[in-house]
């Protein structure tokens, strides 16, 4: 089975840029990877060598930097070896130049594994004010997500985002049933940090309670820039939030798509 090009190529670019040890310029792009896919642990190759081993659920790897190009990407279970049957492969997949990403490979509301990748949102923020973003990665139904019991976004399903810039601080955030009462996920505390876009991650499956979450921050996005914006990442949350039993057929249905092999020089996407 083949992912489409890009997405293929975003899944993989955190671990090849372990490998590509080149300077960083402007075309480079940032990403960073969130394992988000319950029971799945699998090896990551490029060029033959592993780059990612016993890559495990709930693993949200540093953001990496990796030129754009085109590349032959792999991906095994773990401990299959480089010859392995690949559970994806995709050549000829292109990065593209520039980009603040994050890709998490998840499951969908049906329970499949799938690839999702998110444009992080690096935009300057006020003074006073952090951003909160929020992304439905798991086989679940749609929610509602309160702030300090107050409904924020309404009706995220699978596999959107929503987003909003309020007062730096604390909030007691919760996941419910879509225009219910009826908690699903939480509470837990989310602290807003000034100047920061705080990610938090729903993830697992309902219909298993498996349900997790996992948190990626990233700074530097004060409106007088202290920096050039990076992730906080290689920090998935190891706190679990307990899911009611959602309902609907949420079933894990084995693999994991990724990435790797040998790299192809310089083609632009």
């Known amino acids: 089975m083949r992912t489409t090009r890009t997405l293929a190529v975003l899944a993989v670019s955190a671990g090849l840029g372990t490998v590509l040890a080149v300077p960083a310029h402007a075309a480079d792009a940032k990403v960073s990877i969130l394992h988000a896919v319950p029971g799945a642990t699998v090896d990551v190759y490029a060029n033959g060598d592993a780059i990612l081993e016993d890559f495990k659920p709930g693993t949200l790897t540093d953001p990496l930097t990796l030129p754009e190009g085109s590349y032959d990407l792999k991906v095994t279970a773990a401990g299959a070896g480089p010859n392995g049957a690949a559970v994806i492969e995709a050549n000829d997949v292109t990065v593209p130049g520039?980009?603040?990403?994050?890709?998490?490979?998840?499951?969908?509301?049906?329970?499949?594994?799938?690839?999702?990748?998110?444009?992080?949102?690096?935009?300057?923020?006020?003074?006073?004010?952090?951003?909160?973003?929020?992304?439905?990665?798991?086989?679940?139904?749609?929610?509602?997500?309160?702030?300090?019991?107050?409904?924020?976004?309404?009706?995220?399903?699978?596999?959107?985002?929503?987003?909003?810039?309020?007062?730096?601080?604390?909030?007691?955030?919760?996941?419910?049933?879509?225009?219910?009462?009826?908690?699903?996920?939480?509470?837990?505390?989310?602290?807003?940090?000034?100047?920061?876009?705080?990610?938090?991650?729903?993830w697992g499956s309902a219909a298993d309670k498996n349900l997790k979450l996992a948190v990626q921050t990233i700074d530097g996005l004060h409106s007088a820039p202290s920096g050039v914006p990076s992730g906080t990442g290689g920090k998935a949350a190891t706190n679990t939030w307990q899911p009611l039993t959602i309902g609907g057929a949420a079933f894990l249905a084995g693999g994991l798509a990724l990435l790797a092999t040998r790299r192809r020089q310089d083609v632009r996407a």
Not at 140 to 150: F, L, M, Y
Not at 168 to 181: F, H, P, Q, S
């Open 98 to 202: 520039g980009a603040n990403v994050t890709v998490v490979a998840h499951l969908n509301a049906g329970g499949t594994p799938v690839l999702t990748p998110f444009v992080n949102d690096t935009k300057p923020t006020k003074a006073g004010q952090a951003r909160i973003t929020v992304r439905h990665t798991a086989a679940a139904p749609a929610v509602d997500v309160r702030a300090n019991g107050e409904a924020a976004f309404k009706a995220l399903t699978n596999p959107n985002e929503a987003k909003a810039d309020l007062p730096a601080g604390t909030i007691k955030a919760d996941v419910v049933l879509a225009g219910t009462d009826t908690v699903a996920i939480g509470p837990a505390d989310v602290d807003l940090k000034e100047g920061t876009n705080t990610i938090v991650y729903a």
